[in-house]
C-alpha cells in the first residue's frame, strides 16, 4: 500500500481506497507501453489493444463471464446507469413493459437513475427493507409484474454494510423473466463477484472502491442483452459505451481485482476481528447508542452506529479535528441536516436518525488505529454530549 499520514486514521474506506501499489505499477507499465489508441490498426495501437483485451480477460475470468460480456465504464455510477437505463429503454421499445423494481435503500446512482426515468414515463416501486436492513423475498416476488422488465437489488449496502439475499432474489426474477441487476460496488474485496454463481444479469463494480483507480468502472453480464448506450461515438466496448478506452485505469482495474479475489479470505478474517473490536468497545463505553443492521449479515468491515443526543455532522466534524476520518449516515444540503435515506428506511426511532456515523476499515486498518480511535470517539460523544445538556 502507498504511505500516508499515520498522525491521522482513516476509517472511510467505504467511500474510497488508496491505490494500490500494485495496480499502480500496473497502470504504469500500461500507460508507457500502450499510450495509444486502442482502436487504431497500426502496430503502436495493436499493442495498446493486446494490454486492453488481456484486461478484460482478467475481469472476465473473475466474473465468471464470456469477454464480450465485460463492458468498461467511466464509473461504478455510470455502470449503474448503463444496466438500468440502457436496458429499461431497449425493453421498451421492444414493448416488454415499462416497470421497475428497486429497494429503498439502493445507492443513488440507482434511485437517480429511477428518477430519470420516471420522468419517461417508466413506473417505479421502491420496495422497503425490515428492521435490519434487508429485502425481504417475498416482498419482492410480491412486487414483480408481467410488465416488470428490470429489477434492481444491491449486494451490499453502502451505509449499513447489510449483505441482500442476491441469489435467491435472482432466482425468483429469473423465474418470472425479469433482467436483474446489482450494484455489487462495496463487494469485491469482501465478497465473491461471480456473476453465474449470484444468478444474476448484471452486475456493477467500482475499482476506486477496492484499491484501484478513480475514473474506471465495470458491468458484466452473464448473457449479451438488448442495453441502449448512453454514450454515442465510435461504437467501443462492443458498441455499449462509445469513447477511447482509458487502458491505463483499465489494467489498474484489472490487478486490483484480481488481488482483491486472492486475498479475500485472509482480508476478511483480518478485518472482521478489526470491526468487531470496534464495535465491542463501542457498546460497551458509550450509552445510548444502537447498531443499525445488527442481526443482519453484514460486509466485514463496516459499522453503522447511531448515538442519541448527538448530531452526526457535528460529530464527523469532531472526529475530523481529533484526526478520525468517518463519514456521517445523513446528508447536510442547505445548511439542513436531513437523515439518511437508509436510516430512513429502517423505520428508527427520531432520536437515532440524527446521530448516525459510519465507520469503514480497510486492509491497512491497524488494532492500534482501532483503539485510538475508540477512545477519541468516547471523549467526542461524552464532551458533545455535555455541550448539548448545558445549552
Request: aromatic letters at 4%.
Amino acid at each position: 500500500m502507498n504511505s500516508r499520514d499515520f498522525s491521522r486514521i482513516y476509517l472511510d474506506y467505504a467511500a474510497t481506497t488508496p491505490l494500490r501499489a500494485e495496480a499502480a505499477d500496473a497502470m504504469a507499465v500500461a500507460h508507457s507501453e500502450g499510450a495509444f489508441n486502442p482502436s487504431s490498426l497500426h502496430a503502436e495501437g495493436r499493442r495498446s489493444r493486446a494490454i486492453l483485451d488481456g484486461a478484460r480477460d482478467g475481469v472476465a475470468r473473475i466474473l465468471g463471464v464470456a469477454r464480450n460480456n465485460v463492458t468498461f465504464t467511466g464509473s461504478g455510477t455510470e455502470a449503474d446507469n448503463l444496466a438500468i437505463v440502457g436496458t429499461a429503454r431497449a425493453a421498451a421499445r421492444r414493448g416488454d413493459g415499462r416497470h421497475i423494481v428497486a429497494s429503498a435503500i439502493e445507492h443513488h446512482a440507482v434511485l437517480h437513475s429511477l428518477d430519470a426515468l420516471a420522468e419517461d414515463g417508466f413506473e417505479i416501486t421502491l420496495i422497503g427493507v425490515d428492521e435490519r436492513g434487508v429485502v425481504a423475498c417475498e416482498a419482492f416476488d410480491a412486487a414483480l409484474r408481467d410488465d416488470t422488465v428490470v429489477a434492481s437489488i444491491m449486494y451490499a449496502n453502502n451505509e449499513l454494510g447489510t449483505i441482500q439475499p442476491i441469489e435467491k432474489l435472482a432466482a425468483i426474477a429469473r423465474e418470472r423473466g425479469v433482467f436483474f441487476h446489482t450494484d455489487a460496488i462495496q463487494a469485491p474485496v469482501w465478497l465473491s463477484v461471480d456473476v453465474p454463481g449470484l444468478g444474476v444479469d448484471a452486475l456493477s463494480l467500482s475499482a476506486h472502491k477496492f484499491y484501484g483507480p478513480k475514473g474506471v468502472g465495470v458491468l458484466a453480464v452473464r448473457d449479451v442483452v438488448g442495453m441502449d448506450p448512453l454514450v454515442h461515438g465510435g461504437g467501443q466496448e462492443f458498441g455499449r459505451r462509445s469513447g477511447t478506452e482509458n487502458v491505463g485505469g483499465i489494467a489498474g482495474l484489472t490487478r486490483a481485482l484480481e488481488l482483491a479475489d486472492a486475498e479475500r479470505p485472509a482480508t476478511r478474517e483480518h478485518v472482521a476481528a478489526l470491526r468487531d473490536r470496534l464495535e465491542c468497545g463501542i457498546l460497551e463505553s458509550i450509552s445510548e447508542v444502537q447498531v443499525n443492521g445488527a442481526g443482519a449479515p453484514r460486509l466485514p468491515n463496516m459499522l453503522s452506529a447511531s448515538f442519541a443526543g448527538v448530531a452526526s455532522d457535528e460529530l464527523l466534524l469532531r472526529l475530523d479535528l481529533d484526526g478520525v476520518a468517518v463519514s456521517a449516515g445523513s446528508a447536510c444540503t442547505s445548511g439542513v441536516l436531513e437523515p439518511s435515506h437508509v436510516i430512513d428506511a429502517l423505520g428508527a426511532a427520531a432520536q437515532w436518525k440524527n446521530g448516525t456515523i459510519r465507520f469503514s476499515l480497510g486492509i491497512a486498518t491497524t488494532q492500534a488505529e482501532i483503539d485510538r480511535a475508540l477512545e477519541v470517539v468516547t471523549r467526542a460523544i461524552g464532551d458533545l454530549r455535555r455541550v448539548r445538556a448545558r445549552s
